[in-house]
């Protein structure tokens, strides 16, 4: 059985900090992987994909990738209330993608 | 990116009724479309891969009977929720692959909340 497992939360930093989400996953095989942010109410929108170890930085997020512990982490530098939301991570394995259930994270002014 | 929408965003009905759910590929002409549930606090699950002109391919565990999968073109797919029950209200999300029955790059619709009385 293919797991994502996330921490469900909530996450709660200040407006300015640094966000840690992370993100296990059970298939080693798993080759691609990818950060989504769903606000409440709405649906997934695709925010980071990272395919090999490593880190992969876009603007204030980075994604990190660790395949031999199975880890793939997303930080979020300089948090804005905007940022409030759930992440969710995703896994792709022979295009059978799985998700974790999300981490909900709140950035306080 | 492509722009997908749904129909309707929200709906209530009676135990009892069928559902019918579009979804559309506004700019991008689509082979295949996949169909998401996700219960609240739960993760994304894919119910099934619809494919246009040919049946639809479903998970392990949905019911095909109970959710009806037409693709008729390339742009609109829908999705029938046939004697919906309570155990049925959930949030329905639509997406377009980029590639023909990929995962890697997709774009979802805005979902559409069904809640079943």
């Known amino acids: 059985q293919k797991e994502v497992e996330q921490n469900s939360g909530p996450l709660s930093v200040p407006e300015g900090a640094i966000a840690s989400l992370n993100c296990t996953y059970s298939d080693r095989g798993s080759q691609s992987f990818f950060w989504y942010r769903q606000y409440s109410g709405k649906s997934p929108e695709l925010i980071m994909s990272?395919?090999?170890?490593g880190d992969k930085e876009d603007g204030r997020f980075t994604a990190q990738l660790n395949k031999a512990s199975q880890y793939v982490s997303l930080l979020i530098r300089d948090s804005q209330p905007s940022d409030s939301a759930t992440y969710l991570c995703?896994?792709?394995?022979?295009?059978?993608?799985?998700f974790g259930a999300g981490t909900r994270l709140t950035v306080k002014p | 990116g492509a722009v997908v929408s749904q129909h309707p965003s929200r709906v209530i009905c009676k135990s009892g009724t069928s559902v019918k759910i579009e979804c559309r590929s506004l700019d991008f002409q689509a082979t295949t479309m996949f169909w998401y549930r996700q219960f609240p606090k739960k993760s994304l699950m894919l119910m099934a891969t619809s494919n246009e002109g040919s049946k639809a391919t479903y998970e392990q565990g949905v019911e095909k009977d109970k959710f009806l999968i037409n693709h008729a073109s390339l742009t609109l797919s829908t999705l029938t929720v046939t004697s919906a029950h309570p155990e049925d209200s959930s949030f329905y999300i639509c997406?377009?692959?980029?590639?023909?029955?990929?995962?890697?790059?997709?774009?979802f619709g805005p979902g559409t909340r069904l809640t079943v009385l």
């Open positions: 990272i395919y090999s170890n």
């Open positions: 997406s377009v692959p980029l590639g023909a029955g990929r995962l890697d790059t997709q774009y």
């Open positions: 995703a896994v792709l394995f022979n295009n059978d993608m799985r």
